[in-house]
């Protein structure tokens, strides 16, 4: 019996000071579009087939509150539980039918150790047509985590939900699930919190689109367009949302297979990535201070992760 193992990333949860400049920012200007509402949360949806990739809810202080995971099937559902019981993990419940209102499915959560809230989940009903625009995201890339134990909250992904390491430089470490170089990343950091998240759009001009419907709402392009010269060799642009956190359009992500992918050190990157992680194109002006201050959380007074009656209501 092969080892059960998350397989994909479905999106997150956040809370947010203001739920109607929220949606409004997540639905108009960044191109997601609203699937659900229930008093103070609201769920949105990409083009893609996936429920939703998206959770808001209000709160007076905005905070990341979940990362969702898929497993492919119940039996790894429950093979991950019994995998996060053994491992110590701080469970919230076990696994049981989640609300049809949110999609439905399988899945239980529990926090990691610096207390973020990881829902896992099978058999999440999907949409059954995409939405027909390339000009918006069509589905949740990848997230980028501060982790102040570094080593002990690697672990805790690798080891018990199965992720592999795809790159290492000496601040970041970028974590595999699927065919995508990364889902999950790992900023070393002095607490926990949301680095970045990002979005995925088709291609470069679908991105180019997306990037310029931005602008033209109103919001400073902080970094980009330009393609990192190193871990995911992905085309970016970053925006600042709502609540101070870094979002990012995304596309080209470096598609990676275990058997063929070499295991890169953090000396490979010195040596052959001198510019490693920054613009491969060098056409992208300077990251904006703004920025940088939003990926460490500087924006922002974040609260993490939930309590568990909350966590069920925003699967
Ligand atoms: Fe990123």
């Given amino acids: 019996m092969t080892e059960p193992r998350v397989t994909g990333i479905r ?6 000071r203001d739920l109607d400049e929220s949606l409004d920012f997540y639905r108009d200007s960044w191109g997601l579009a609203e699937v659900g509402r229930m008093g103070p949360s609201a769920w949105l949806r990409a083009t893609g087939t996936e429920h939703h990739v998206l959770t808001l ?28 019981i053994a491992f110590g993990a701080d469970v919230i419940d076990a696994p049981e039918t989640l609300d049809a209102l949110m999609g439905g499915g399988y899945g239980f959560s529990f926090r ?10 099978s058999g999440v009903e999907e949409h059954a ?9 069509q589905k949740f890339s990848h997230v980028v985590l501060r ?8 672990s805790f992904w690798m080891d018990l939900l199965g992720f592999k390491l795809s790159d290492e430089t000496d601040g970041i ?10 889902s999950v990343a790992l900023a070393k ?34 970094w980009g367009v330009g393609r990192h010269s190193g871990p995911g060799n992905n085309i970016f642009s970053f925006f ?17 297979d275990d058997a063929t992918y070499p295991k890169r050190s953090k000396e490979w990157w010195r040596e052959n990535r001198p510019n490693g992680g920054r613009d491969a194109w060098q056409m992208a002006p300077k990251r904006s201070d703004k920025l940088v201050k939003a990926r460490l959380g500087q924006l922002t007074q974040e609260i993490m992760g939930c309590d568990a009656a909350i966590s069920k209501v925003l699967a």
Avoid: W
């Fill in 57 to 84: 809810s209000q709160s007076p202080q905005p905070g990341l509150l979940a990362v969702r995971l898929a497993a492919p099937d119940k039996a790894a559902v429950d093979g991950l539980y019994a995998k996060a």
């Fill in 147 to 154: 982790a102040a134990n570094y080593p002990q909250l690697r």
């Fill in 240 to 256: 600042i949302e709502p609540n101070g956190f870094a979002a990012e359009y995304t596309t080209e992500m470096f598609q990676v």
């Fill in 173 to 182: 470490n970028f974590l595999r699930c699927s065919k995508d170089h990364h």
């Fill in 112 to 121: 990691t150790p610096d207390g973020i809230v990881q829902q896992i989940s």
């Fill in 189 to 222: 950091a002095d607490g926990p919190g949301l680095h970045h998240m990002a979005f995925e759009l088709p291609d470069l001009d679908s991105l180019m689109y997306a990037s310029g419907h931005m602008r033209t709402k109103g919001h400073n392009l902080e």
């Fill in 129 to 137: 047509s995409r939405i027909d625009d390339r000009k918006r995201p």
């Fill in 11 to 16: 999106g997150v949860t956040l809370a947010v």
